[in-house]
């Protein structure tokens, strides 16, 4: 099927097809997430406006809005076309198209290929999603800086709603710490992960390390037993010196 996006028709056959194929997932390896993120970016473009309110408008992109007693269900379902005018649900994955299009992106593009984290001259692939999206694993783009060092550009942006740009998603905010913990008989077994390394200094080791590893889905073990801590090849121990105070003078 196709849909009239101001004068030009947008064959929706491919994109239904790579959306039908796409495993739900934001992987570094997921096929239709792209286009998924692009098609919610433009419906909410195209079918909300001043005089819609943020409950009116979810419900003209679900057909069943939320219900507190189902809430793992809803909302749920497209909204139906209406009897008259143009399908917004359409509209909005036909000016998706045209988007990725207009940019050169492969309708089907790996998320990983456009999502990113800039680290020197390295870009490290970053799973996760935004919130439209319902991802709890944030991968976002904030020009907010809390260092001296130069701020990490976005690039030329091509959609303000989604944050696609000319370099594609630059992710700099959104995960950040993450642990897990087991609580065993022998004591806790932890694992960690800092999503943008230890480091903000751009000569530091520390820099990046953790964010290929996070890219990787990889954890580092929580160390706090004596024994791994005597273990560690970089660890340096320091002898502090038991010294007395001076004593108190007498007043005279």
């Not at 934001?26 to 909410?44: N, Q």
């Not at 998603?169 to 077994?189: D, K, R, W």
Request: glycine share 8%; hydrophobic share 35%; with cysteine.
């Amino acid at each position: 099927s196709t849909v009239k996006i101001g004068t030009e028709q947008v064959d929706l056959k491919l994109a239904c097809k790579i959306l039908a194929n796409w495993n739900e997932h934001f992987d570094l390896d997921s096929k239709g997430a792209v286009l998924f993120r692009e098609f919610l970016g433009a419906f909410e473009a195209e079918a909300t406006g001043h005089e819609h309110t943020a409950s009116s408008a979810e419900n003209r992109i679900f057909a069943n809005g939320f219900n507190p007693a189902s809430p793992l269900n809803t909302p749920n379902g497209l909204s139906p076309a209406p009897n008259k005018g143009n399908d917004a649900i359409l509209v909005a994955l036909g000016k998706a198209i045209k988007e990725l299009n207009k940019a050169g992106i492969a309708l089907d593009v790996r998320l990983g290929d456009l999502q990113f984290s800039k680290k020197n001259a390295k870009k490290i692939p970053i799973h996760g999603g935004q919130s439209p999206e319902g991802i709890m694993n944030m991968a976002a783009y904030s020009g907010s800086n809390g260092t001296l060092f130069p701020s990490v550009g976005s690039g030329n942006v091509i959609n303000p709603s989604t944050g696609l740009s000319d370099e594609g998603y630059v992710v700099n905010y959104g995960t950040s710490f993450l642990m897990a913990v087991e609580l065993t008989p022998q004591g806790p077994n932890c694992q960690a992960i800092l999503a943008f390394s230890q480091s903000t200094d751009p000569d530091s080791a520390h820099f990046s390390d953790q964010t290929e590893m996070f890219s990787k889905k990889a954890w580092r073990p929580c160390l706090y037993q004596q024994a791994d801590i005597l273990k560690d090849p970089a660890l340096r121990s320091y002898k502090v010196e038991n010294i007395k105070p001076a004593p108190k003078k007498e007043p005279d």
